[in-house]
């Protein structure tokens, strides 16, 4: 194991330091990290939330209630005396592609419409049928599905028309939580980018989207590189920020790979949260660029290729509150594979990548009255597993260069034994990132790289490398085949 990037005591850290908020599906978090990207020791705040979803796809969160929340965190860090204005930079991450009304004066019209809602489905339908999609794909480096703005733009039109016509601006979370705090969104580059509206090339709105969804550019922030901070202008409730410059709100997929040292063409990012995905960073945009797969522009020399699963560690926690499962459930992850698991494809809130099919729903397959809980578990393990590999073979010949799986978040920290699954799937070694809160780690440094950045950063937190098993690589190879015509069968037909 690497040496890690352990906490440091604020009278031991590396100057300057910097807020880095992360607004994820569960929590609201945030903590002071130093100039080497190590958090400081009890500078550190959680608030736990969730989303409120509805069996038609909705999938929404109070936007007020996440600006209250992140309030909490900048209460609860910047209270110590002697932080002084040691501070010189805020950041903030939050999941992607969130959508949010907001009227002339900046107050929401909408709830906020978060990745996993699915209530425009059909809009995506009827885009298909006038736009080319595939042309729209190689401008935007984004598919027609229900996570980007414009068929949830079409949806609303129709849906809620008054809030429509009262709408002066769209704005993500990020982008509110910022204009309530400080007065005015700001909108990284990332963020504007997950809106499936910005031209990968050329950083500037696709006219053709935008009309299709029935807004104006003015309707939308600009997005800015994290090398356009705006000076300070925290309120006098937080003091320790006087000297602070605010940070442009990036997503949440871009910081993971930062804060995983998935900073380059050679390393994959697993990211195993409540939702997941594979990425690598490039030098430019992907080309070519798999239909299946997304391709963000991220600042103004980089974009970030990959696709997104919507349910991980969701998939988890759904196993957990419903299935009567064994206490510790490490024999079931490390037992052997075997014919009898269940086929599981797991899609609970929808598919995104490789497929796209918005409206997909979880399919259990082979159960038995012999399944017990664990073994449906394991199924779901697998399936989850799969969907990876889907992602991974569309990704290969873009980023033919990878030498290294890195898989960090949630479910990695908890049941680490399932890497070992995830690696016989996709036949390479998958490294363990054990650094908890790495994409808040990556904010962080992602403002630190304008702050500081002569100043040497503490290695990644690493733990055990998983090397695939060839007898189980050809188990899943098998496994792999029947989960893909069952797909075919049941979700994409």
């Known amino acids: 194991m690497t040496q890690t990037d352990d906490d440091v005591a604020l009278g031991s850290a590396v100057d300057p330091l910097v807020l880095a908020l992360d607004v994820g599906s569960t929590a609201t978090r945030g903590g002071v990290q130093d100039a080497s990207g190590r958090r400081v020791h009890g500078l550190q705040h959680k608030v736990p939330h969730a989303f409120t979803v509805a069996p038609d796809g909705t999938s929404v969160i109070d936007p007020d209630q996440v600006a209250a929340e992140v309030e909490q965190v900048l209460d609860?860090?910047?209270?110590?005396?002697?932080?002084?204005?040691?501070?010189?930079?805020?950041?903030?991450?939050?999941?992607?592609?969130?959508?949010?009304?907001?009227?002339?004066?900046?107050?929401?019209?909408?709830?906020c419409l978060t990745y996993a809602d699915s209530r425009s489905a059909d809009a995506v339908t009827a885009l298909r049928e006038v736009l080319d999609e595939r042309a729209v794909q190689q401008r935007t480096g984004t598919r027609l599905h229900p996570s980007y703005h414009a068929p949830r733009l079409r949806w609303l039109a129709a849906a809620q028309p008054r809030v429509v016509d009262e709408a002066a601006g769209w704005w993500s979370l990020g982008e509110y939580v910022l204009a309530r705090l400080v007065g005015y969104p700001l909108a990284g580059t990332s963020t504007v980018a997950w809106t499936g509206l910005l031209d990968r090339r050329t950083g500037e709105f696709d006219a053709e989207l935008l009309a299709a969804a029935g807004i104006g550019p003015e309707q939308l922030s600009s997005p800015r590189d994290m090398t356009e901070p705006a000076s300070s202008a925290a309120p006098a409730r937080w003091p320790a920020l006087a000297r602070a410059a605010w940070f442009p709100v990036v997503t949440d997929g871009f910081a993971s790979n930062v804060g995983s040292g998935a900073t380059d063409a050679t390393v994959l990012t697993a990211s195993t949260a409540t939702s997941g995905a594979l990425r690598v960073l490039l030098d430019g945009p992907a080309d070519p660029l798999?239909?299946?797969?997304?391709?963000?522009?991220?600042?103004?020399?980089?974009?970030?290729?990959?696709?997104?699963?919507?349910?991980?560690?969701?998939?988890?926690?759904?196993?957990?509150?419903?299935?009567?499962?064994?206490?510790?459930?490490?024999?079931?992850?490390?037992?052997?594979?075997?014919?009898?698991?269940?086929?599981?494809?797991?899609?609970?809130?929808?598919?995104?990548?490789?497929?796209?099919?918005?409206?997909?729903?979880?399919?259990?397959?082979?159960?038995?009255?012999?399944?017990?809980?664990?073994?449906?578990?394991?199924?779901?393990?697998?399936?989850?597993?799969?969907?990876?590999?889907?992602?991974?073979?569309?990704?290969?010949?873009?980023?033919?260069?990878?030498?290294?799986?890195?898989?960090?978040?949630?479910?990695?920290?908890?049941?680490?034994?399932?890497?070992?699954?995830?690696?016989?799937?996709?036949?390479?070694?998958?490294?363990?990132?054990?650094?908890?809160?790495?994409?808040?780690?990556?904010?962080?440094?992602?403002?630190?790289d304008v702050l500081a950045p002569d100043v040497p950063r503490a290695p990644r937190a690493t733990g055990a490398t998983y090397e695939p098993r060839p007898a189980h690589v050809a188990h899943y190879a098998e496994r792999r085949a029947r989960f893909a015509e069952a797909y075919d069968a049941l979700v994409r037909g």
């Open 290 to 448: 798999p239909f299946g797969l997304w391709n963000y522009r991220v600042d103004a020399g980089r974009t970030l290729l990959g696709g997104a699963i919507n349910d991980v560690g969701r998939a988890v926690s759904w196993a957990q509150s419903t299935l009567r499962l064994s206490p510790a459930l490490a024999a079931a992850l490390t037992a052997p594979p075997s014919d009898a698991t269940p086929l599981v494809l797991p899609y609970l809130t929808g598919e995104r990548a490789p497929g796209w099919v918005g409206g997909a729903r979880a399919v259990l397959g082979g159960v038995s009255a012999a399944t017990d809980a664990d073994a449906l578990f394991r199924g779901i393990v697998e399936g989850v597993a799969i969907t990876y590999a889907r992602v991974a073979d569309e990704l290969h010949p873009a980023a033919p260069g990878v030498s290294e799986v890195a898989a960090a978040g949630r479910v990695s920290n908890d049941h680490p034994e399932w890497l070992q699954i995830l690696a016989d799937v996709l036949g390479r070694p998958v490294t363990h990132v054990t650094r908890r809160r790495a994409t808040q780690r990556g904010t962080a440094l992602l403002a630190l």
């Open 76 to 111: 609860a860090v910047t209270g110590d005396r002697q932080l002084g204005t040691r501070i010189a930079g805020v950041a903030m991450d939050t999941f992607a592609a969130s959508l949010i009304a907001v009227d002339a004066a900046g107050r929401a019209l909408t709830p």
